[in-house]
């Protein structure tokens, strides 16, 4: 049966992106249909050094290179003006000492050119509006702007759709989230008061007994992206577009309030409430879901674009098997592998807003003997079987964070 196109593509962030380079690689046909015009503002600004290893696998390392974005060598955690630093280099697990804090709109814009270089179709303002699945041919429709609709077809279809989700919604796979119903409202700042000495790496700063915390994500242009991240019912009262109730909210931080005191707001405060999701099923006949559109935890461990990365890559790898006739065992090649990846990270979220992680983190010595452990998780690599903190991650925090607790509470010797 002959199709248009081997793969269509829904969306053009980073599950994209790296789902069509990768696909590229193998010569196949590809059609990526994204909604917006590019460059387009998107969220989520800071990367980790595990989504080095598959921007270099798919050859789209030296475009985002070329972007001079801001180098990200660690993390720090605040916490009543107390400091736990992450330096990757110091982590367990091999790979990359080092990333990117991002502007989106030029990432993202870097990554989908590079992939049109490498002969992918790309055609913006296409909005995907149905698609229909079988076994060796899937359709898929689409308007550009207020065009008529169009509908190809292909072998394969990737949703790679971000919030949009695409097909969890048409394909009735929405699972809710377990977490708490959280929320956040950012914005990006001139940042002028920077100390040539102050740490360039993103930090996160906790407030509100462990359920709230702000971020900062400095820019190489000088800006500086902020955010505040609770629950719902926080962030709501910061309220949309009203700099001066979040210019108060992030003056009353020790860290920030010279730093960012008077500083130009580049765009009004923007707010995203009730981002956690999940999905009931990552893959059927004729289509697999990656990056957001299978499932958002929380901001907290800039995971998201790591984890849209990886699974835009290895759902492409998959795709290439089956085309040329492989059977794919999607179940256990995807599905568990990706949700491996993310159950880590949800053992760490759980954790923080549970306090065990700030146990851990602000434990009085400060540096703690399984730091490097914990800072290969933080690095994104979540699949490395001989980190204990990656493989055991259910358990490893609360046993060590209760290990603490009772150390400390302990009498001394001289008591
Ligand atoms: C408050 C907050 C802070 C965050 N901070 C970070 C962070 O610091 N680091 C990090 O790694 N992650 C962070 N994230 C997560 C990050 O935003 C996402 O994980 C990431 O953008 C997912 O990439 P993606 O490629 O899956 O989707 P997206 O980047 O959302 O791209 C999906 C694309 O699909 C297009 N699309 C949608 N619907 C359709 C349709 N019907 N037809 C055609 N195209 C369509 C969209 O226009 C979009 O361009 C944060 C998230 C939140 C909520």
Not at 3 to 32: E, H, K, Y
Not at 91 to 99: E, Q
Not at 115 to 134: L, M, P, Q, R
Not at 180 to 185: H, L, S
Request: proline letters at 3%.
């Amino acid at each position: 049966m002959k199709n248009d196109f081997d793969v269509v593509i829904i969306g053009a962030g980073p599950a994209g992106s790296l789902a069509a380079a990768r696909l590229r690689q193998d010569n196949l046909s590809v059609l990526v249909l994204e909604k917006m015009e590019f460059p387009r503002f998107v969220i989520g600004e800071s990367l980790l050094p595990q989504s080095m290893d598959y921007l270099e696998k798919a050859d789209l390392l030296k475009a985002v290179e070329a972007q001079k974005f801001q180098v990200k060598t660690g993390v720090a955690f605040l916490h009543d003006n107390q400091v736990c630093d992450f330096l990757f280099k110091d982590r367990f697990s091999d790979g990359w000492d080092y990333t990117y804090q991002v502007k989106r709109a030029d990432f993202d814009n870097a990554l989908i050119k590079e992939v049109e270089k490498k002969g992918a179709n790309v055609i913006f303002n296409a909005t995907v509006s149905n698609v229909v699945t079988g076994k060796e041919q899937q359709s898929v429709t689409y308007s550009v702007l207020d065009a008529e609709d169009k509908t190809v077809t292909c072998g394969f279809v990737i949703d790679a759709s971000g919030y949009g989700r695409v097909l969890p919604r048409m394909f009735n796979l929405e699972k809710p989230a377990t977490s708490k119903a959280r929320g956040a409202i950012f914005t990006h700042v001139k940042d002028e008061k920077r100390s040539s000495k102050a740490s360039e790496n993103i930090f996160v700063y906790d407030f509100n007994d462990n359920s709230a915390w702000i971020w900062c994500i400095p820019f190489s242009d000088g800006t500086c992206s902020v955010g505040v991240v609770g629950d719902a019912e926080l962030v709501k009262e910061f309220g949309e577009n009203d700099s001066a109730k979040f210019r108060g909210m992030i003056s009353d931080f020790p860290g920030l309030n010279d730093r960012f005191k008077d500083a130009e707001f580049i765009f009004e405060p923007r707010q995203i409430l009730n981002y956690a999701v999940s999905v009931e099923k990552m893959y059927g006949e004729g289509f697999v879901l990656c990056g957001n559109s299978t499932e958002f935890l929380d901001p907290v461990f800039s995971s998201g674009v790591t984890l849209a990365i990886s699974s835009g890559y290895k759902a492409a790898e998959l795709i290439i098997k089956q085309l040329k006739g492989a059977e794919v065992d999607w179940e256990n090649d995807y599905e568990k592998v990706i949700k491996y990846g993310v159950n880590v990270f949800r053992s760490y979220v759980e954790a923080w807003y549970s306090g065990d992680l700030h146990t851990i983190f602000f434990v009085e010595e400060g540096n703690f003997e399984f730091k490097k452990q914990i800072c290969s998780v933080l690095a994104g690599y979540v699949w490395d079987e001989k980190n204990p903190f990656a493989k055991k991650h259910k358990s490893v925090l609360t046993t060590l964070a209760k290990v603490i607790r009772i150390t400390n509470e302990a009498p001394t010797r001289k008591d």
